[in-house]
């Protein structure tokens, strides 16, 4: 810590050294919280579930028009993870061993440097600044940071190429619907 802002004077100073990425964390607010009878952090089982992403009151004006998507991307802050392991770049996609271990970057996992989640779900109604949902994998009490209405021309990749173990996985969640 005491290196990190010796490092940082030094180069505000001199002009030399500066990484290109910025060390100040970002503040957000959240706009809303996820309310559902999910109570501890789950692998599956999201595809049924429902939840009702609840929208700050005074933000309700910014929902005009959401109800004429079916999907939106919702954006929310991983709130009850444990603490990071020290040094922990690694995982099994998963959790499962027989899997190849990437860079956490290079996986789903939540133990992530920033604890974002990012998620399209289906809208099932709009009430007010109520949004029920299906499929958002967020446990109760998740703060939501943003919501988009998803759009299949710009969000949906038709020739998007992944790993042939990730391929694998997504094989029987194809195989349930």
């Not at 089982?45 to 429902?50: Q, S």
């Not at 996986?107 to 920033?114: E, G, L, V």
């Not at 499929?135 to 109760?140: F, K, N, P, R, S």
Request: cysteine-free; hydrophobic content about 35%.
């Amino acid at each position: 810590m005491l290196w990190d802002r010796m490092r940082d004077w030094f180069a505000e100073r001199f002009g030399v050294g500066r990484s290109p990425v910025p060390r100040e964390p970002v503040t957000l607010r959240p706009i809303g919280v996820v309310r559902n009878n999910v109570r501890e952090p789950r692998m599956d089982g999201w595809e049924r579930v429902r939840s009702d992403v609840i929208i700050r009151e005074d933000l309700t004006p910014l929902l005009d028009g959401i109800d004429g998507y079916s999907h939106l991307i919702v954006v929310f802050a991983f709130h009850r993870l444990p603490p990071p392991e020290a040094g922990r770049t690694h995982v099994h996609p998963r959790g499962d061993e027989t899997l190849p271990e990437q860079g956490i970057l290079a996986t789903r996992s939540p133990m992530r440097p920033s604890p974002i989640g990012v998620t399209v779900v289906e809208l099932v109604r709009r009430r007010h600044n109520i949004l029920r949902v299906r499929g958002l994998d967020a446990i109760d009490g998740t703060p939501v940071l943003d919501i988009k209405p998803y759009y299949p021309a710009h969000d949906a990749v038709p020739d998007a190429r992944v790993p042939e173990w990730a391929r694998r996985l997504a094989e029987p969640r194809e195989a349930e619907r």
